[in-house]
């Protein structure tokens, strides 16, 4: 199944007081790197709509600082037939800091789940 890298930089609204990354600088790195991957792929943008996450995690395994350079590295897991989940590090030097993943759902316009696009799931197969 395909994966994306994407490259970033800690910027100053992704710390906290204390100084390191805030928690969700790492989702959303991940969902911006998911986001590249749908583009790279060439999944239609109709088909990427509508997908709430149904299930989040990380681990923290080393601080991250401001200015540092991180390499997110983002897979598909598991595709479901409504839903895909996904895995990913982020990384500092080749050292993992961040572990996580997510799980998306395809939803109609009342929330109830649907089945993912054929032509999307075609693209995430390949």
């Known amino acids: 199944m395909p994966e994306q890298r994407e490259r970033f930089r800690v910027a100053w609204v992704d710390t906290d007081t204390g100084g390191r990354i805030h ?57 479901g037939r409504t839903s895909i989940t996904y895995r990913w590090v982020v990384s500092k030097d080749g050292e993992i800091a961040v572990e ?10 009342d929330g109830r789940p649907i ?5 999307m799931r075609a693209l995430l197969e390949a």
């Open 23 to 79: 928690f969700t600088a790492a989702f959303r790195w991940a969902e911006a790197t998911e986001t590249s991957l749908y583009r790279r792929l060439g999944v239609p943008r109709a088909d990427r709509s509508d997908f709430p996450r149904r299930h989040v995690e990380a681990e923290f395994r080393r601080a991250l600082v401001f200015e540092d350079e991180v390499e997110v590295t983002l897979r598909v897991e598991r595709l």
């Open 100 to 109: 996580g993943g997510h799980t998306v759902v395809r939803v109609d316009g």
């Open 115 to 119: 089945p993912l696009a054929d032509t």
